[in-house]
């Protein structure tokens, strides 16, 4: 509650529409002691007087009543009946929604199709037809009001009850005892709470608005009592020879309104796990580029080199350097594999390279990535266009978010090509398109060209990515788990293919897994991360029979090995360190069972024997 | 698909049943006798008894709710006491205005509330993004009755740009231009609330589509941004936006109800009103049934419209 | 010879799809087609199979969080029908595939662990709180894990909280669905160690299953090979690698990643429509030793060597 609190006040705007909402209601609490004049009173000799004029500080209306008294009154009225209506709705909604969703089935289906049958009137023909049966008055437009926005609470409630109910904790909830009751009352409910808060506090002001509305049109409030909206009504007919009448009314369910909108948004927005994250910033195009000035371009013989890459996050002003000094190179037709657990920086050093890692919150920090001797870090973004997907392409972990799912496979494919050469034309395109659907082993491909994502399994999936990513003949294939999501022989099958088509074409390949097994077949080269940093490199089969990295053989022997006969993996003791809390000193000191209190004295720079690498203060010697 | 369109299209015959249904339920609710409501109170017994049996008041509910549902079918709506009318002809003359009105505010809300919302998300936190949120809050928490009244005193009376009120001029009026004219600020003003809430809802949609993996996979193909944001994002975000212009339709049709009063347009939500308060219940069923029936066939427009936006549904 | 702890008989269970209009037909996906296995006390049974075979499915509804279709389940000779559902929790635990996803994300790790405490065991506060103590020290948690919510623990912590939300009932059986596949390697060597020891400190029983083979051959005493809703192959963990016998197993084998592998080749992976079973065996558009039984009759589990059971028409020799 205290967070939330200060979440809002926080946001600006949250914060004023709180203010306002607080004065209006602190008015309107206090209205009957503030001694003003009776809001009925006629005075007709004081008709239409204008604001401030004989102590009449917003003027008298067409029957010569205080404006402001009539306003305050009034105002207390609409707060009031709009927050009833509010209460009404949110309970019953939410109770048919929660119902519905808990049960199910049949109970589902009735509860549901009932409410489908409510919103298929426009909310006002359902206001007007209750009002007509009811008869004009604002109790009546306050129960319209109320059963109108009904549906909208039991909607939400009900969707998110329903994903509630599917989820684990629930099921596991259910497995240690809980029966259908008090899943509802103790696992459900504080689940619930946010979202019937969310919903209730973006929708009172609406309800305002409504109850209004109904009263401007003279089927709520009836003479005299009065509440906004009928003033708004009443003051109409003068609105042209005195508008300070419907002025001053409007004014004041314009602030109600708007108070209660940004407040709702803010809570809202307090509540939303997602904003917190600040998951709901829009990514730009291309990486934020912070380097230091003078960056030298080294001549390379590799098709790629990079050199001391870093990329950092920053966060609630919080710097995070997701990889610190990363350096390798590939040569034409070479396959070099990164390989390292969740977190070490892998993703990050793959999408660095185009710059499409998020930014906000990534920034490259430094480093250079010289790719055929042009530095790609120092290009505006039409020139790093031009290099994606045509010289430089992607294939990606998860085939069945990666691909767009309301595009065709056919479109998919085309576009690649069309958007780095737009002077084809289509049918040669579409040729092309079949020949890679070929080339990545889809049976009839014509079939295909016009299926979509959903349709196809994930091995097909990955076979069009890998289509995709071969559709411009680039000379670099940036491959980030690409198996990773796929059963074993599916596994197997990309592997093959990609295996055999790079080899083929004479393609380069940076290859990403967190799996020592699966890049053992397929890389040359070897490069083993750890908390951001490249700890060991080397040609594959080298690496893999003699670790020089204490962090290399751990993880060895942590993989298992199907036909090793090696027993249980041995664990690794203790986990990964957070990015934000690193030392000075090895990162993977407190795991390391080879750490002297040398390794945490200063950062460990790259030590090189022949053609490998590492970062240990132990040279390689890990005998004993 | 087109398989599922047609059952889409038998599905209206139900809901509309459930509608006629409801109307008749809660019209049948109404307290007072429709008899004495039509004869006064000073009519004799055997008179209402006469006309009970007329208008076969006198039979059971569901056997009322029949004969009522295969009059409606053939048209027969009833007649209108307070304009001494049949209901259809009032309601088919009233029925073109509120169409042009709300139809026109209705492809302006879309049109203004995609575009901002695109733009504000593209723009995220820069001032485009600001200055298209606070419009858009201003447009969500203002009454549009409140906005129509403003209009009229500025745009109206003080700059004399367009008329206060009416649908054509009394004199003289009566072609297109002179409807034009007439039609810009209400439908202006029936369009600002649901643009916003368009607006906003697109918005989010766009932003919540930016951070999903196959924009980041058009990135790497080399897409460029413009085409990102059309046709990888826009394209999906369409699927959680056009429900929203569905639910949009029907707060247009609701907002008409004001607009037309406050500028004195002769559509349907005017009359209603008159209707409820001249206690014209056969009036009022109509509308409520025009309006509603009308609502419910542009919903199913959108869901087919829907199924060719996003063939995962079409399977 | 030690009575099974757990029984299963031909167990089935169906799903029916929603129907894409109102007068389409109702469709019914069979997840789970007439799987019979015993399971001893003390073993660790492994069930392996590519996603989508129905590993998850035969497994919660072992525990009973599913209701089969036909077909018992016996744990100590009592059909689960007949066992109250405390009862049935008490005996038997699931351990969940996403280890975050099974922690409700409102409450703390202790107020989630203590629910089977409180409802199950009936155990009071002060008690509870000793309870919860034992087991944070046995799971390897530091104590100060259980005031945290489950967004602030890691995958590895909460799978740890997974297991000892599924002791803390007392049951002798754990169903562990998946429990190292979200893990990193370092963290998943890790929870199979802690998993060992708990069960020699407890005496438990593990049904344990996994897509992973290697997993499943270091960890497993024997093993029950799922294809396509069914049981492929029974057999001992230790002949997993290199003397199985049905094709299916030999495939998964083959294709299996190792250091010293070559890429493999494999093309027919295509799994049949599970809404349209084919005729005869499932595995037959991919199997090497197809024979012209396998298209018009499906196979029977069935003992072939000591301690293998096969579903194939035409077992690879071995
Ligand atoms: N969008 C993001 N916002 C904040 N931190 C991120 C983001 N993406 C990745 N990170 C952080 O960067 C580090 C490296 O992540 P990543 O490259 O994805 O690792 P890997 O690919 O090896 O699993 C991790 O600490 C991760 O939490
Ligand atoms: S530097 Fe020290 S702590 Fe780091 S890996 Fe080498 S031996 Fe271990
Ligand atoms: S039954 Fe036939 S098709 Fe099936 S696995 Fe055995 S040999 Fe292959
Ligand atoms: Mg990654």
């Known amino acids: 509650m205290r967070v939330l609190y200060k979440k809002i006040i926080r946001n600006r705007l949250a914060g004023f529409g709180a203010a306002l909402v607080s004065i209006i209601c602190f008015l309107s609490l206090i209205t009957p002691f503030l001694g003003l004049p009776d809001p009925n009173v006629i005075d007709t000799s004081k008709r239409f007087m204008m604001p401030l004029v004989d102590g009449y500080i917003f003027g008298a209306d067409h029957l010569g009543r205080d404006i402001l008294s009539r306003l305050l009154w009034g105002t207390r009225l609409s707060i009031f009946v709009g927050l009833v209506a509010a209460l009404i709705a949110a309970s019953i909604g939410s109770v048919i929604g929660i119902l519905a969703g808990l049960y199910g089935g049949k109970a589902d289906t009735l509860l549901m199709r009932s409410i489908d049958v409510l919103m298929a009137f426009p909310y006002i023909l359902l206001a007007l037809a209750i009002v007509a049966v009811l008869g004009p008055g604002l109790m009546n437009a306050l129960i319209a009001v109320a059963i109108v926005n009904i549906p909208f609470f039991?909607?939400?409630?009900?969707?998110?009850?329903?994903?509630?109910?599917?989820?684990?904790?629930?099921?596991?909830?259910?497995?240690?005892?809980?029966?259908?009751?008090?899943?509802?009352?103790?696992?459900?409910?504080?689940?619930?709470?946010?979202?019937?808060?969310?919903?209730?506090?973006?929708?009172?002001?609406?309800?305002?608005?409504?109850?209004?509305?109904?009263?401007?049109?003279?089927?709520?409030?009836?003479?005299?009592?009065?509440?906004?909206?009928?003033?708004?009504?009443?003051?109409?007919?003068?609105?042209?020879?005195?508008?300070?009448?419907?002025?001053?009314?409007?004014?004041?369910?314009?602030?109600?309104?708007?108070?209660?909108?940004?407040?709702?948004?803010?809570i809202r927005d307090a509540l939303d796990p997602r904003l917190a994250k600040g998951m709901l910033r829009r990514s730009q195009p291309i990486t934020y580029i912070d380097r230091q000035k003078n960056i030298s371009l080294p001549n390379t013989i590799n098709l790629i080199s990079v050199n001391d890459l870093q990329t950092e996050f920053q966060i609630d002003n919080k710097k995070i350097k997701a990889i610190r000094n990363v350096s390798f190179s590939i040569e034409k037709g070479q396959c070099l594999a990164i390989v390292g657990e969740s977190g070490s920086g892998k993703s990050v050093t793959a999408l660095s390279l185009t710059g499409l890692v998020a930014s906000p919150p990534a920034v490259i920090s430094g480093g250079v990535v010289n790719f055929q001797n042009i530095d790609i870090l120092s290009l505006n973004y039409e020139e790093i266009r031009k290099i994606r997907g045509k010289k430089i392409s992607y294939i990606f972990q998860d085939p069945n978010s990666s691909l767009h799912p309301l595009h065709s496979i056919g479109d998919q494919l085309i576009e690649v090509m069309l958007v780095h050469e737009s002077k084809f034309k289509r049918h040669i395109l579409e040729e092309r398109a079949i020949q890679l659907l070929k080339d990545v082993m889809i049976a009839n491909p014509e079939r295909v060209m016009n299926s979509y994502p959903h349709e196809l399994s994930g091995g097909m999936r990955q076979r069009i990515g890998i289509a995709i990513a071969l559709a411009n003949d680039p000379e670099l294939i940036i491959a980030d788990e690409p198996t990773t999501a796929l059963d074993v022989t599916v596994q197997a099958q990309i592997l093959d293919i990609l295996n055999r088509l790079r080899i083929q074409r004479g393609l380069?390949?940076?290859?990403?897994?967190?799996?020592?097994?699966?890049?053992?077949?397929?890389?040359?080269?070897?490069?083993?991360?750890?908390?951001?940093?490249?700890?060991?490199?080397?040609?594959?089969?080298?690496?893999?029979?003699?670790?020089?990295?204490?962090?290399?053989?751990?993880?060895?022997?942590?993989?298992?090995?199907?036909?090793?006969?090696?027993?249980?993996?041995?664990?690794?003791?203790?986990?990964?360190?957070?990015?934000?809390?690193?030392?000075?000193?090895?990162?993977?000191?407190?795991?390391?069972?080879?750490?002297?209190?040398?390794?945490?004295?200063?950062?460990?720079?790259?030590?090189?024997?022949?053609?490998?690498?590492?970062?240990?203060?132990?040279?390689?010697?890990?005998?004993? | 698909m087109p398989r599922y369109i047609f059952f889409r299209i038998l599905s209206i015959i139900p809901v509309l049943l459930g509608l006629t249904l409801i109307v008749f339920i809660i019209m049948s609710l109404i307290p007072g006798d429709p008899a004495t409501a039509i004869l006064g109170s000073y009519a004799t017994p055997e008179n209402v008894a006469r006309l009970n049996q007329q208008l076969g008041l006198d039979k059971p509910l569901f056997q009322r709710y029949f004969i009522w549902l295969s009059n409606l079918i053939q048209g027969d709506f009833g007649r209108s006491?307070?304009?001494?009318?049949?209901?259809?002809?009032?309601?088919?003359?009233?029925?073109?205005?509120?169409?042009?009105?709300?139809?026109?505010?209705?492809?302006?809300?879309?049109?203004?509330?995609?575009?901002?919302?695109?733009?504000?998300?593209?723009?995220?936190?820069?001032?485009?993004?600001?200055?298209?949120?606070?419009?858009?809050?201003?447009?969500?928490?203002?009454?549009?009755?409140?906005?129509g009244m403003m209009m009229i005193l500025y745009f109206a009376v003080r700059l004399r740009w367009f008329p206060a009120s009416g649908m054509y001029a009394l004199y003289g009026g009566g072609d297109f231009i002179d409807l034009l004219n007439h039609l810009i600020m209400p439908a202006v003003a029936l369009a600002i609330v649901a643009a916003g809430v368009i607006a906003r809802l697109s918005r989010a949609a766009m932003l919540e589509v930016l951070r999903l993996d196959f924009i980041r996979t058009a990135r790497a193909k080399g897409v460029p941004e413009k085409r990102v944001i059309i046709r990888h994002a826009l394209r999906y975000s369409m699927v959680s936006i056009l429900p929203i212009l569905g639910l949009q339709a029907g707060f247009v049709l609701s907002g008409a109800v004001y607009i037309e009063i406050v500028f004195q347009w002769p559509g349907v939500g005017r009359m209603m009103v008159d209707a409820i308060l001249a206690r014209d219940i056969m009036l009022v069923q109509g509308g409520v049934l025009f309006v509603a029936a009308c609502y419910v066939i542009f919903n199913i427009i959108v869901d087919v419209v829907q199924l060719w936006l996003d063939p995962r549904i079409r399977s | 010879m030690p009575k099974p702890i757990i029984q299963i008989k031909n167990l089935c269970k169906n799903f029916s799809i929603k129907q894409a209009s109102l007068l389409g037909p109702k469709q019914v996906l069979k997840a789970v087609k007439n799987v019979s296995l015993d399971v001893k006390k003390g073993e660790i049974f492994g069930i392996i199979g590519e996603s989508g075979c129905g590993k998850s499915t035969l497994a919660r509804t072992i525990v009973g969080i599913y209701k089969a279709d036909s077909g018992t389940v016996k744990l100590n000779e009592n059909s689960i029908e007949n066992i109250i559902s405390k009862e049935l929790n008490r005996t038997i635990q699931y351990v969940f595939q996403d280890p975050l996803g099974s922690l409700n994300p409102r409450k703390t790790i202790r107020q989630n662990l203590q629910t089977p405490l409180h409802l199950l065991l009936g155990l009071n506060s002060h008690q509870i709180n000793q309870k919860l103590t034992e087991m944070m020290e046995a799971v390897g948690l530091p104590l100060r894990t259980m005031y945290q919510y489950p967004h602030e623990i890691s995958g590895g912590q909460a799978q740890r909280i997974g297991i000892a939300r599924a002791l803390l009932a007392g049951s002798q059986i754990l169903v562990l669905d998946e429990p190292v596949s979200a893990l990193d390697v370092s963290v998943q060597a890790q929870i199979l160690?802690?998993?060992?020891?708990?069960?020699?400190?407890?005496?438990?029983?593990?049904?344990?299953?996994?897509?992973?083979?290697?997993?499943?051959?270091?960890?497993?005493?024997?093993?029950?090979?799922?294809?396509?809703?069914?049981?492929?192959?029974?057999?001992?963990?230790?002949?997993?690698?290199?003397?199985?016998?049905?094709?299916?197993?030999?495939?998964?084998?083959?294709?299996?990643?190792?250091?010293?592998?070559?890429?493999?080749?494999?093309?027919?992976?295509?799994?049949?429509?599970?809404?349209?079973?084919?005729?005869?065996?499932?595995?037959?558009?991919?199997?090497?030793?197809?024979?012209e039984r396998c298209k018009e009759f499906s196979p029977e589990l069935r003992l072939l060597k000591e301690n293998s059971y096969v579903a194939c028409h035409y077992p690879t020799k071995q």
Not at chain 1, 246 to 258: C, D, E, N, R
Not at chain 1, 582 to 606: H, M
Not at chain 2, 85 to 94: A, C, G, M, T
Not at chain 2, 99 to 111: D, E, H, K, P, Q
């Open chain 1, 154 to 266: 039991a909607r939400n409630v009900r969707g998110v009850t329903l994903s509630l109910v599917q989820s684990d904790f629930i099921a596991a909830a259910r497995l240690s005892g809980r029966n259908t009751f008090s899943i509802l009352l103790f696992e459900l409910l504080p689940n619930l709470v946010s979202v019937i808060i969310v919903a209730f506090s973006t929708t009172i002001g609406w309800m305002i608005l409504e109850t209004a509305g109904l009263s401007f049109l003279g089927l709520g409030s009836q003479p005299p009592q009065s509440d906004l909206g009928s003033m708004l009504g009443e003051a109409r007919a003068a609105l042209i020879t005195h508008p300070h009448t419907s002025f001053i009314p409007g004014l004041m369910i314009f602030a109600i309104v708007m108070g209660i909108n940004l407040l709702g948004d803010g």
């Open chain 1, 508 to 624: 380069s390949l940076l290859f990403i897994s967190h799996d020592m097994n699966v890049i053992a077949s397929i890389s040359d080269k070897i490069a083993i991360m750890y908390a951001g940093q490249i700890i060991e490199t080397g040609p594959t089969q080298e690496v893999l029979d003699q670790p020089f990295h204490p962090y290399t053989k751990a993880l060895l022997a942590c993989s298992p090995q199907i036909g090793s006969s090696l027993g249980l993996p041995k664990p690794i003791k203790g986990m990964p360190p957070l990015m934000e809390e690193l030392s000075e000193g090895c990162s993977f000191a407190p795991r390391c069972s080879y750490f002297t209190k040398d390794c945490n004295k200063e950062p460990i720079v790259l030590s090189t024997i022949e053609n490998r690498s590492f970062r240990c203060i132990k040279k390689g010697s890990l005998d004993a």
């Open chain 2, 81 to 147: 006491m307070s304009l001494n009318r049949p209901v259809i002809d009032e309601i088919l003359e009233r029925f073109s205005a509120t169409l042009i009105l709300s139809g026109t505010a209705f492809v302006l809300c879309s049109f203004i509330g995609i575009l901002a919302g695109v733009i504000s998300a593209t723009r995220q936190y820069g001032l485009a993004d600001k200055l298209i949120t606070l419009t858009v809050l201003i447009g969500i928490s203002i009454p549009s009755f409140f906005l």
């Open chain 3, 193 to 291: 160690e802690l998993l060992i020891n708990l069960k020699d400190k407890f005496s438990l029983t593990y049904i344990f299953i996994s897509h992973d083979l290697a997993v499943i051959e270091a960890f497993c005493n024997r093993v029950a090979v799922m294809y396509y809703g069914e049981i492929a192959e029974v057999l001992p963990a230790t002949k997993l690698y290199s003397q199985s016998l049905h094709p299916y197993t030999n495939l998964l084998a083959r294709t299996a990643p190792r250091l010293d592998n070559e890429i493999h080749t494999e093309f027919q992976i295509e799994l049949p429509d599970p809404l349209k079973p084919p005729l005869g065996c499932a595995f037959a558009p991919r199997c090497s030793n197809v024979g």
